[in-house]
């Protein structure tokens, strides 16, 4: 049973550029959740995704944005980084049809560091 | 502002003892409420969630919600060292399970001292 993925582990970007990051859900999931979590913080809920729509937003700027494709993996996209998003970048994957779509499972997380 | 509040610990809690972690909520229509270990420099991993009043119980974990207090716990009985982690209390926002916007605490440092 395949869990949830992200690509890559680690990136270093500098500011003002553009990151792109990439998450598969676990097999037989629908929706997935991105948070950011800054170091000694809970995660932070940025936005979800279902039918390719994003579906909830939490307080984060339009600079991040997101996707899903048809197979249900996912995108999220930082445009003129900051220093302040330094951060390790989470997937959460659920299902829709279960009814639950509250119930996330994380996958390993990307951490990004901006110089 | 909707929040989720813990003691940042640590907690430190002797090996075969009980640690109880404890858990507040602002928002009174929070319906969803879960308990998520990390590891140092890990995800966090789903450990318990809970949707009703009362306790529930999964191996040497427990539950344990009241919503009239407004307020969410977690027991591990037996505590081993390999539980030493920070455990992070989330909730639900949207009071409703079909869409999600969950909100964290900032979690609580767990310590299992041999």
């Known amino acids: 049973d395949a869990g949830v993925t992200q690509s890559p582990t680690h990136l270093i970007k500098t500011r003002g550029q553009q990151v792109t990051l990439r998450c598969s859900p676990k097999s037989g999931h629908d929706t997935v959740s991105w948070y950011q979590q800054a170091l000694g913080q809970g995660p932070q809920f940025i936005f979800q995704?279902?039918?390719?729509?994003?579906?909830q937003r939490g307080n984060f700027p339009d600079r991040f944005s997101g996707h899903q494709f048809p197979n249900y993996s996912s995108e999220l996209n930082v445009n003129a980084l900051l220093l302040g998003d330094s951060a390790l970048y989470l997937c959460?994957?659920?299902?829709?049809?279960?009814?639950?779509?509250?119930?996330?499972?994380f996958g390993p997380g990307t951490r990004l560091t901006v110089l | 502002q909707k929040e989720v509040e813990q003691n940042s610990g640590p907690l430190s809690v002797p090996e075969g003892a009980i640690a109880s972690l404890n858990c507040t909520y602002s928002d009174r229509g929070s319906q969803s409420f879960f308990w998520y270990r990390q590891y140092s420099g890990k995800s966090p991993e789903l450990i318990m969630f809970i949707y009703s009043n009362g306790d529930k119980e999964d191996g040497r974990f427990t539950a344990q919600l009241n919503k009239a207090s407004q307020y969410v716990s977690l027991l591990i009985r037996d505590s081993q060292p390999s539980d030493s982690a920070t455990y992070l209390c989330a909730v639900n926002d949207l009071g409703w399970s079909s869409a999600s916007k969950i909100i964290f605490g900032s979690g609580t440092r767990l310590s299992i001292r041999p």
């Open positions: 995704y279902y039918e390719e729509e994003e579906r």
């Open positions: 959460a994957s659920s299902l829709y049809a279960s009814g639950r779509t509250d119930t996330q499972y």
